[in-house]
Structures are given as structure tokens and as C-alpha cells.
């Protein structure tokens, strides 16, 4: 933002101005907060913020009391226009990615929390940062509350990062916890979660591992200073999760999360989202219910773990009004965002290159050999077995869990299609990738 | 800084002058990193990092293979005026604390990580900040790698704090979870700290607490935007922790841990540094060795962690280059370190007016009236009781255990006062504070 666009009078604070799009949960809280603490934030940035306009679809929705009905205006683009700062809280691809970037191209600093709009049209949206010497801000976007995207965009970047693994989906943290703690199905579980309004009307992005998808990417593009878009994160979600699975898995002492990982490897980059077994030991298996948790591996710090809550909408309040009091600030003393870092340019590993391991779960026909024989199809597809567990089954099967060392995604998934067809598997139960040490 | 100190040669990076002072082990690190990926922090800040000197008191002593010595120099003070950017790692309060004024007062950027000098002299040199038109950065001075001075100054700065609680030294941490997991005395777990490097010859400054009072200063001047020092902080160190403590603990479920706690009330600020009783279900409770690890607890983002490894050559080192590396994007791109933010100044609480619970441990006369005595002197100085527990002993006496409510440091030190009076009470075995729900 540039300092000439901050109105200064007389000897008060200098004004900064304030637009707000979208009035949802968050855009509600974010309202409350600068109008309850505004000289904090005055105090903190230099400037006075001046909240200018909320840009709403439909301004005769009923509001939160706190919320000044003489702001609110449809008209988005002519409120970005008497802007300094931009807080964009819509959401979604259309029509915040033309807002945004009629913000950023207009030289205007954007705060947003739209995980969507970064993670499928982040190169986009830096472009345009630097055609209007403007500035983007996103901390809310990832794992709500907690600063994350401030630690890898900044207070990391002295360290090189080998990996990132976080729980940053709290509706299905919440729902596996459910499960695991009280025996619930998923169904029961996304049910209770729905009703506690932790879950929307349709799931699908977040049971299905989108919503996390989306966080993974970003997560990965600061982490490894490149670029990685949605659409280049493998998914799987949870609604393939059996009780039985859960309740076999804290058995063994293990417990199942939904995981964002990226690592980086001597080849390149891999991003993925799936639910995985971590020993209950593991900090990450410790982060209940909503909660959200990411965990940093990096060459010099070791392993970094930041926690919080990651959704709700004063919790990404916080996250949106600490990076409008730092913008505020740095249009007041200078400074900037910092710049989209994408120099490594790492390539993004495909199933062959990308390091997994599993967990199989199988139902065998009890001969003699049968064993044997799914032992053969891993050696055979180069999946070394670090262990087998065999229990003798009520009907006569045989059920076999067996966790593999490392290998490939793709090995792992021919050694799947080979179990499936071979005559001693009466079933492949589950096939859960593994994770931590 | 002053981009006006960067050298520009044609068409290659702007180079960025970085002076060493101290060369231990977290400075050889630093300079090993400095040399290992020299271009990715070029990348990242814009600047290649130019090591011109390392200021030793003596440059006979051998030194890790990659410092280089043409670089070594008694003159520290010649050194500074040579560079753009000067990281202090000698520790304490002189020589550093004069040479730190010199390169902030000259207009350069400090890095340090040196607790001890900012917990005792931060206003003067925050002063020297001003004075200098300088920058000063410090991650490294709490918490090694983990960046919870970052988090504190810069990514909650929408926020308001309300209680920040740390386990920000290692030593301790380690001693006190080795009487907790194998039973070792007090002197047992020193010796065996000593022998592996995790404690110093002299152990005073971690076992006493006072190498936690600085940073829990830091931390609370940070997280209140007020000035705490040292000397502000009352500290209670962990030799007096006896193994059968740790053991009773371990039995009703709870952990001993040495805890920073800086606290907001409606009077002002209270900063702690004393072991403290922590329910086994607490996130503290699980920071296991030499770890550590800072809960925040946040208005709008709630409750917060930040964990990691706080101390140790290469991860603080990692704290460091973060520093450096942000000061020398700042450089080339503009920006500055945030300024100190003191406008709050809070009143420190004393005693009277400080929260806080105990639990006491009690050897009773058994007799009928012996805990009615005991309540009673609890009741006259006005401190709630929330749970006592009494168990004969062998010898006849009865051994109580009295967990209090919440009450002021002064009346639960008054009501000890009193019970080692008390007629009835054989032996006040153990008084600790509680923390946590």
C-alpha cells in the first residue's frame, strides 16, 4: 500500500480505510473487533483504521447489532475504490478473484482468508501484486487462528524445510475424533456434526479433503518456495473410514487423522491429503476434537509444532485483524507483504517418485501358502514388509494387517490391484497410508 | 538499516555486510549455514550475505573446520563499523551490551540472541533502536527455534493476550521429566544432564530459574506491549523439587514442570517463574526432554502452542539466520523490525494483587481437630480450599494434601507462614503452585 494513499488529519493518528467483503461468520467478528479495540490497533499500526464500507449481496439480511447498517453497499467495486486496505472474506472463486484482483492491480493491500481463490489462482493473484505495487495478504486462509503462513512466509526463512504435515481440517478431525473416543460411525459422526454446526448441510469439501487440499497447497508453496495449486494435490477423504478401522487402529496404538503432508525429497516436491495411521504418540494425534495442528520439519530447527483453533469465526478474526494491523503499519512506517518466494521451481513428484507407506488390512482364505502368496505380490511389486499381524477369524478366514517400510505411491497402489485379484484375498478391508515415525 | 549501507555491484545481487560477535557453538552455525546456502537466502532476501568478520577474544582457540579464520578478529568493535548488519551471540550483559548500543546508535541492524542483556537493559536499548534510526531483531533469545517472538510481535498483533505459559527452558525440563519417567533424584538428573551437555557446570542460571525469568520478561513485554524486566520477575527455581513430589504427582495425574507464566488482569501484569502442578491432559504437559514449548491464550484466537526445540547450536542457530535473512530483505526491499510497543504500561502486580493456587502437602498430627486446625487458617486468610486429601502414614501422623482455589500469592504465602506454626502440622512437606484448568 502506498503511504501517499493515507489520509492524515491534523495532529490525530493518520487514517487508514477499511473495506470489507462479505458479512458472513468471520466478516461479522472482524467488524465487532476494530470497532471494540480500535485503539490497540491504533496504538500497534500508527493509524487509526477507518472501517469505509461492507460489501453484501443483499444489505436487508438481518445482522449481528454491532454491524453499522449505513456501511453496507452491494456495489463491491465502487467500496474497493475508496479503499486503502481490502479485506476480502466471500469466499470462493467468483466474484471474489475479480474484486481481489481489481484490489491488487489498483495498488491496494488484500487481506484474505479464501483458501479456494490462493490455491487455484495463486500465480494469478502474485502477478497482480506486483503489476500495482500492492500487497496480499493471507493468514487466515490456513488453520484459522494459528500463525502458520506467518511462520513459513517469515519467520522461517532462515531454515530449509523438509516437511509439513498438519491437521487443518477441523470438521474432520472433530468427526475421527468422534469416532475414536465414542465408537461412532462416520455417518453418526458427520450427523452430530452437522447438527453442532461443525459440519455444513453438504460435507463435500471437507469430508471429501478438498477444503484441506486447498491449505496443503499453500502450505507447500511457502514451505518450498515454489509454486503447487489444488489441482496438483492428490485426495482422499474420510468417508471410506470404518469404526472398525478406527477402533482396530487405537488397538495397535494408533489413532487415524486427515492429513495435508508435503515433503520435500532430492527429486522435488510431494503434496498430498489422506487419511493416515499416526502412532498415538505423535504429536499430532493428540489434537482433538476441531482443533487444528501443523508440524514443521526443517534442516536446522528440527521439528516445529504450532496448534490452535483453526476455524470459527472470531478465531479467524484474530488471524484477519493481526494482518490488517501489519498492514496498517507498513503503510504508516514502510515496509510489505512479502513477495511471493517461488524460486526453487521444484517439480511436483508423481505416484512413482512419491515416498508412502501403508497399512493393509486383508481377509485371506486360511490354507497354507496364503501368506506366502501376498507376501510374493509385495516382493514382487519392490514393497518391502516391515510387519504382519495375523489373527484367525470366527469364519475361518484369516485377517492379515500388513504395514509396509517405505516405497512408492504407485507401488503401493499395484501391489493393492494385485491383492484385490489374487484368489487366497477373500477382501481387501482397508488400505490406509501410515505416517510418523 | 539504511539501504543507503548496501553495496551494489553491477548486475549481481546487492550485497548485505553481516558482522559475528561471539563465535560458539550457535555462532559457528551461523556461519556454517551463512556458507552452506548462500543462495537460497540471496533468493529469499534479495541480498547476498557477505561474512566480513567474527569477533573471538581469542583466535587461537580451535574452531569448527568451516570458520574461517582470516575472518577472526579481536576488534569487535572495528568489526561493526564495517557491517550492515551485526549478530551478537556473546551472550551476558558486557562486552555485548556496549557493542550493541554502538552498532544501534550507528544506524545498524542487531540480531542477538541474548535473553539476558534484553531482559535487563531493553529500554535502553529499544532508545538505541530509536536513537539510530536501527532495526533489532531477537527470535533466537527465546525459545531457540521456535518463533514465538514472531508470533508475539508480529502475527497477533490483532489480537489481545491474555495469559502466555511456557516451558522456555530445556534444562529443566529435562531434569525434571527424567525424575518424572525414571524416578532419578534431583542431583541424580543434574549429574546426568551435565554429563550429556543439556546443563552447564555451573547449572545456576537454568536450575534457579533466572535463565527463565529473562525470557518470560521478554515474552510478557512482547505479548502485553508493556516493559517487564528481569528484575520484575519473582522466580523459584526446581532444586528444591524432591523425587517423592514428582512421584505423587505422577499418581493423582499430574506432571511438575518449571513454568514462565505472564498473566493480564484487570489490575495489570503478573510474570512468574516458578514449577508448577500441571494435569497430565495439558498441552505442556506433554513437552517431553530438552523441549519447549509456549501456550498463548488469545481473546479471539483462543488457545494457542508454539513447541519446539529451545535451545542447541543448529536450531538456534535457525532463529538466527531467519532474523538475518528478514533484516536483509528489509534492506533491499524496505521495512523495518517492529519498534517497540510499550503503550500499554501495565502495573505490575505484586503480591497482594497476583492470582495464583497451591497444592501443600501436610504432615498432621492424627489427632481429632488436626484438619479442622489446618482449614481453619486457610479460611482466616481468606484462601478457598478446592480438594484435600489425607492418608495415614506408618508413623502414625496423617499426610495431607491441599489443593487450593484460586487466592493472591500473599495470602497462600501468609497461610504457609502460619501452618509451619501451627501446632498441629508435624512438617510442611512441599508447597507448589498449580497451574492450568
Redo the contacts between chains.
Sequence with gaps: MSISGVTRTGTEDPVVRVALLGCGTVGS?VIR?LRE?GD??A???GARLDLVGVAVRDTSVPRDPWVPPELLTTDASALIDRADIVVELIGGIEPARGLVLQALRGGRTVVTGNKALLAAHGPELHAAVEAGDADLYY?AAVA????VV??LR???????IVTVAGIVNGTTNYILDEMATRGLSFEQALQQAQALGYAEADPTADVDGHDAAAKAAILASLAF?TRVSVDDVPVAGIRGISAEEVSAAAGAGQVVKLLAVARRTTGGVSVRVHPALLPDTH?LA?VRGAFNAVVVE????????????GAGG??T??????????AA??AI????A??E?A??QLPLLGPEETPARTQVQLRLVDRPGSLAAVAGVYGEEGVSIESVHQQRSDDGSARVVITSHIATEASLARTVERLVTESRVQEVISVTHVEGE
Tied chains: 1, 2.
Design positions: 467478528q473487533l479495540h490497540d490497533w496504538a500497534r499500526s493468514e484459522g487462528a494459528i500463525p506467518y511462520g517469515e519467520s522461517l526463512a532462515g531454515d530449509n518456495h504429536p493428540a526443517a534442516e536446522s530447527a528440527g521439528r516445529l509444532m504450532f496448534y490452535g483453533q472470531t478465531p478474526a484474530s488471524a484477519v485483524l493481526s494482518d490488517v494491523v501489519a503499519g507498513h512506517r514502510g515496509g510489505h512479502p513477495r518466494s524460486y526453487t
